[in-house]
Each structure stands twice: as structure tokens, then as C-alpha cells.
């Protein structure tokens, strides 16, 4: 074998289309954009017109709204926290709060706190530090011996107090 010997497998590889080159080609005279006017031209293009007639998102009515001061939390379930601990990511002794979670890698991100949900079982006794949580997740870890404290959400900066 040499050098020179070494190549693509046949087809791995396609040209690109190359257009505006000759009738002969496929794609030359208008390149594949059809007539003139606004469609054939780039960067401008009517999105969502119907022909005049009334375009379906102005038909549909208008519902609901983004509210741009909600606060999204990270969440975790009892049995995510048990798992944690059995696979020693975080230490049962210790507080367990957001910071340590993601620094377990139990959590991708902190978000604007934690909240606690109740799907699943908890062994363990643990004291949470959370910014929210469920009845049945507070119910099931006192259940175990452990506490839950409630945190204050956490405040964005600029915030007045």
C-alpha cells in the first residue's frame, strides 16, 4: 500500500451543487428559485402569507402570556436523592442544598433554587436545604429522620429588598 493508494470510499463524499452554470447543469437559468419577484430574491420572502387570504396566525385567537419574572427551579425527586447518596455523590451528614447537589453532579444547574418532590422513597436521614417542596416530599423525609428547611427564594441582583 502507498501513499497514493489511500482514498474516500466511492460516494462518502458528494460535490456540491454548483448553481447558475449553464442550462446543461440542472440548476442554471433561475438556479432552482423558480420566477422573478420577491421569492427569487434573497432575504425577502412572505412568511406565513396565504395568497391574501387570512394567514392561520391571524385567525387562531391570542392565549395566555410569558410571564418574564417567574422563577424556574431546579427539581429533584426523593428517590434521585436517594440514589445520591447510595452512590455516595453527596454525604448524608451534611446539609444537603443546591450547591452541593450540583457540585455532586446529581444537578446540571442551580436555576433559581431547588424544589423538592415526593416520587419515590427515602432511606436515608437527611437535612435539605430547599426553596420549595412538596407536602409528601416534606411528609416522607420526616418520615426517615431527616429535616426540611424552607429557604427564601433567591433574589435576582438589582432586585430592591
Known amino acids: 500500500m502507498k501513499l497514493s493508494d489511500i482514498a474516500d470510499n466511492a460516494g ?3 460535490k456540491r451543487m454548483r448553481v447558475g452554470r449553464g442550462i446543461g447543469s440542472g440548476k442554471g437559468k433561475q438556479s432552482g428559485r423558480g420566477g422573478k419577484g420577491q421569492t427569487a430574491r434573497s432575504g425577502v420572502r412572505i ?9 392561520m396566525h391571524r385567525r387562531l385567537p391570542k392565549r395566555g402570556f410569558n410571564n418574564i419574572f417567574r422563577v424556574e ?3 429533584i425527586n426523593l428517590d434521585r436523592l436517594q440514589e445520591a447518596v447510595d452512590a455516595k455523590k453527596i454525604d448524608a451528614g451534611s446539609v444537603v442544598n443546591v450547591e452541593g447537589l450540583v457540585k455532586g453532579g446529581v444537578l446540571r444547574r442551580a436555576k433559581g433554587g431547588l424544589r423538592l418532590l415526593g416520587r419515590g422513597e427515602l432511606k ?12 409528601t416530599a416534606i411528609e416522607a423525609v420526616e418520615k426517615a429522620g431527616g429535616s426540611v428547611k424552607i429557604l427564601a427564594p433567591a433574589k435576582e441582583e438589582g432586585e430592591a429588598a
Open 73 to 75: 427551579f431546579a427539581e
Open 47 to 55: 412568511k406565513g402569507f396565504e395568497g391574501g387570504q387570512m394567514p
Open 124 to 135: 436515608s436521614k437527611l437535612n435539605i436545604e430547599v426553596h420549595g417542596a412538596s407536602k
Open 12 to 14: 462518502s463524499r458528494k
